[in-house]
């Protein structure tokens, strides 16, 4: 079976330079993450709060990480999830956002985000349909503490290739049609989308971060609750 560092090297050869490897490193140890990180990776994903805070201060010695947080956020927990992530991948309703935006203007700091985006219906993901999306675009704009870097998907499980490819595809497009608005907040350089077993149909596409998981690890037992679906990590 292939070490850690072997797998990173081989799906490193897959990725253009231009795409940030994230190590989803929800239920994998800090011995494991520590090997990760002597094969290069400086991109840690997690999705819940007590988990990575734990890690955060077992792997302190490690300063140029960044911390990406990809679960499902409430907005009870906003404020520790400003206090420990750089960025925040899953950011999936205007309501949220705005609540991020007022603790951010608080606490004087200024996190990247992802908009959280379903272009299918899915009962087991959060996000906008693109209608809303568009629809709250201006209230977003005006969340001026956020630097809102681009938008974040996932696919529903039981999609053919084709179908994934096209919905990446259709998510790429839409970034593309808000960036053409010229807003002033939302510049839209990043598309975060492409796990363990579709993450080559999303850099064809044109994701700019994959997150990946299992394909890494190795497979971890399934939680409920999150924004990324084990199977699919």
């Known amino acids: 079976m292939s070490s850690i560092a072997e797998r990173i ?12 490897l994230i190590a989803v490193t929800k239920q994998v140890s800090v011995a494991a993450m520590r090997e990760a990180y002597a094969a290069g990776v400086r991109d840690f994903g997690e999705s819940r709060i007590q988990e ?17 947080m990809i679960g499902r956020l409430q907005t ?30 608080q606490m004087s700091c200024q996190p990247k985000v992802c908009l959280q985006v379903k272009l299918r219906s899915d009962p087991h993901k959060t996000g906008w349909s693109v209608s809303e999306l568009l629809q ?8 001026d503490r956020l630097n809102i870097q681009g938008l974040m998907t996932i696919p529903p499980l039981g999609l053919s290739d084709l179908e994934i490819l096209n919905l ?14 010229h807003w002033s907040n939302m510049p839209m350089h990043h ?11 999303a850099v064809q596409a044109g994701a700019t971060m994959v997150r990946l998981g299992r394909i890494l690890f190795g497979a971890r037992p399934t939680i409920n609750n999150s924004t990324e679906s084990e199977s699919q990590l």
């Open 9 to 20: 090297t081989q799906i490193r050869e897959k990725l253009p330079h231009t795409v940030r």
């Open 52 to 68: 990575a805070a734990s890690k955060q201060a077992q792997l302190h010695d490690l300063t140029d990480v960044t911390w990406h």
């Open 76 to 105: 009870n927990k906003a404020k520790k999830a400003l206090e420990q992530f750089q960025w925040i991948h899953s950011v999936d309703s205007l309501k949220l956002a705005q609540r991020l935006n007022q603790l951010a203007l």
């Open 136 to 143: 709250d675009l201006p209230a977003l704009n005006e969340c």
């Open 168 to 181: 990446f595809e259709q998510t790429r497009e839409l970034a593309t049609n808000i960036q053409k608005q």
């Open 191 to 201: 598309l975060s989308m492409g796990m363990s077993d579709d993450y080559l149909l």
